[in-house]
């Protein structure tokens, strides 16, 4: 699913609460859900992230003072 195809913060909770998602690597999220590699990677510095292709979630995560799901949320959702 694109982001424009409606994920919401509730919905990636709902959908990757539990699923392992940390372990993925920021390349492997934007392969897997199809993403612009530039777009994803904007919204991340947007958020003052700033990340590469080989980071894992969770070390991200880690790193911002945030959770996986949260990095995963500016990935996936647009700014309004």
């Known amino acids: 699913m694109k982001p424009e195809a409606g994920w919401t913060p509730e919905k990636i909770e709902e959908t990757f ?3 392992g998602v940390g372990r993925k690597t920021i390349g492997e ?4 859900h199809g993403l612009d590699h530039e777009a994803a ?3 991340l510095k947007e958020s003052g992230i700033t990340p590469g292709d080989e980071d894992k979630i ?3 995560a880690d790193r911002y003072d945030a959770t996986p799901i949260e990095i995963l949320t500016i990935i996936l ?3 309004n």
Do not use: F
């Open 17 to 19: 609460a539990g699923a």
């Open 29 to 32: 999220i934007i392969k897997d």
């Open 77 to 79: 959702t647009e700014k």
């Open 41 to 43: 990677h904007q919204r």
């Open 58 to 60: 969770k070390a991200l």
